[in-house]
């Protein structure tokens, strides 16, 4: 695709992600926001009275999807003109969900009833990074590795590999998201999830080869090899399992096997360009072949583990 | 060819001479990924043992009714099939070391060994040489494991199964996750090392 017609498409995109999911601000609370991780930031539209604001028997906080477990304040900061205050907590926030703030007698009449929740596309990203490099499937998860050193020796085939199994990742992902959330679930026998999912993936990629061989045969003559190392690899039917086991929407099912595979091309052309390197290299007689891959993959593992702090939104 | 081993040979031969680790270097994610410990290791192992070991002989006593053609889907779900069974069982009976191996168990759903096994063994030989094969194979999954697992865990707590053997801990490194590929690699250089050795003093080659 043409870079100058995606720059206006990547600015508005940016944009989305940065605009925060304000959501019904009017009336007193103008803005509120997760501040570092035990902070909750809130702006008021006028002065408040620094004895009420302070007193914590004024305020109830809790994660939206568990009422029951109510947050404890340890210090309420109020700035100079009292109109920000910003609320610490003795434990860290769980960011990812929603938390709902009640204040009581804060503006002189009623009770305040509000959510404080993170940008929703920033919280999808999230995702897609955090499958990308902060847990990469091979990296950090340790999966699919038989294929990962059995195919990553050239730079072309790791392309070619990696390509196909990010639209492996994406179709299975999807398809048995749809199959989990409408056959499973209403029916209770979320146990049969392993056949389930494996079934799935086996005839996704059977779909795909006998498709790729009638429509676009030249496209099959350089991808279709590697459509038979994907069915019998763990990397590809773990993305069904993690979206299981986490309960993830649709979207949120789309962006982790987007990262995931997206992963995997990232970890394929990595180690194909140190393969290429270590061809020409001198290596000790017992190194050679999967030795020396394995030490280099572990180098590369450390470097990922440089990720592990990275927080994005 | 047909079962001219005798069953010990067939478990002799999974153990030391396919060794599906340091041999095949067929599934790996695990001995990377979660051999830790000893124990880790041996619950993997025993889960693997168990997978192999069933679906085997399932193969081989359907073996004369499986068409040809559909004979992957058929190994795929049938593997299913028992990890789910071995899934369920664990985490219902044992849920800390269930919890430890995390994705783990169900990946084994997707572990080459087991569906190559099948497809050059159980398929085509009767039923008790596919159960001992089905045995050596997954004993020599679970011996890999454990000595991956024995090697992290005394160097990287100065323990064996839990209890302090050395007093120290050696090299904190090795309990670290990204070792596991470390600890692999070393050991392969290790084993072809004495296998270079060997060769050389026999005047091989």
């Known amino acids: 695709m043409n ?14 992600f940065l605009l925060p999911t304000a959501g019904w601000t009017a009336g007193f609370i103008i803005d509120k926001s997760f501040g570092a991780e035990n902070e909750i930031i809130l702006e008021f539209a006028k002065p408040v009275d620094p004895a009420v604001a302070k007193d914590f028997d004024n305020y109830t906080i809790y994660e939206e999807n568990d009422p029951d477990i109510r947050l ?46 993170k940008s929703y596309l920033g919280y999808l990203f999230s995702i897609l990074i955090s499958a990308l490099v902060i847990n990469n499937f091979v990296f950090t998860k340790y ?27 994406v179709a299975t992902g999807v398809m048995s998201w749809f199959f989990f ?17 494996i079934g799935l993936t086996s005839l996704t990629v059977q779909a795909i ?33 993690i979206m299981a086991s986490n309960e993830y929407n649709f979207l949120e099912t789309f962006m982790l096997s987007l990262g995931a595979g997206g992963g995997f091309l990232l970890a394929l052309y990595l180690m194909s360009s140190v393969s290429e390197r270590l061809k020409l290299a001198k290596i000790p007689p017992t190194f050679k072949g999967l030795p020396i891959a394995f030490i280099v993959a572990g180098q590369f593992a450390m470097a990922f583990l440089g990720f592990s702090g990275l927080k994005i939104f | 060819m047909a079962n001219d081993k005798t ?3 067939l478990v002799a031969n999974g153990i030391l001479a396919e060794n599906p680790i340091f041999k095949l270097a067929l599934s790996m994610c695990p001995a990377v990924g979660i051999s830790t410990t000893v124990m880790n290791g041996f619950m993997l192992g025993v889960a693997v043992l168990f997978v192999q070991v069933f679906s085997s002989v399932t193969i081989s006593v359907f073996k004369n009714v499986i068409h040809p053609r559909i004979r992957i889907p058929t190994y795929t779900l049938t593997i299913a099939t028992w990890v789910t069974v071995i899934d369920l069982t664990l985490a219902a009976t044992m849920p800390d070391a269930y919890a430890k191996m995390g994705i783990f168990v169900k990946i084994i759903v997707a572990f080459a060994i087991i569906t190559m096994r099948l497809e050059m063994f159980a398929c085509k030989e009767p039923v008790s040489a596919s159960f001992w094969d089905g045995l050596g194979m997954g004993l020599g999954f679970m011996v890999g494991m454990m000595t991956i697992g024995f090697v992290r865990e005394l160097l990287g707590s100065g323990a064996i ?14 309990i670290l996750p990204s070792a596991g590929f470390f600890v692999v690699g070393l050991m392969m250089a290790f084993f072809n090392y004495i296998e270079i050795v060997y060769k050389r003093s026999k005047g091989l080659k």
Do not use: W
Not at chain 1, 3 to 16: F, N, T, Y
Not at chain 1, 144 to 165: D, E, H, N, Q, Y
Not at chain 1, 184 to 191: D, G, M, R
């Open chain 1, 3 to 16: 870079g100058k017609a995606l720059q206006p498409l990547l600015l508005a995109a940016l944009l989305l």
């Open chain 1, 72 to 117: 404890e304040l340890e210090e309420v900061v109020l700035s100079d003109d009292n109109r920000t205050a910003s609320l610490l907590f003795k434990e860290s926030l769980n960011t990812t969900t929603a938390h709902v703030v009640s204040i009581a007698k804060v503006d002189g009449t009623a009770e305040q009833v509000f959510t404080v929740s």
């Open chain 1, 143 to 169: 999966l699919g590795l038989c294929v990962f050193f059995g195919t990553a020796k050239r730079k072309s085939t790791a392309k070619g590999m990696g390509v196909v199994f990010t639209l492996v990742m």
């Open chain 1, 181 to 197: 959330q409408f056959f499973l679930k209403p029916y209770n026998i979320t146990f049969l999830q392993i056949v389930v999912f």
């Open chain 1, 209 to 241: 080869d006998t498709i790729l061989r009638k429509v676009n045969p030249i496209l099959f003559n350089s991808f279709g090899v590697f459509l038979v190392l994907v069915i019998a690899n763990c990397v590809i039917i773990a993305v069904p399992l």
């Open chain 2, 7 to 9: 069953s010990f040979q």
């Open chain 2, 161 to 174: 199964l839990g209890y302090d053997v050395l007093g120290f801990k050696p090299l904190l490194f090795f």
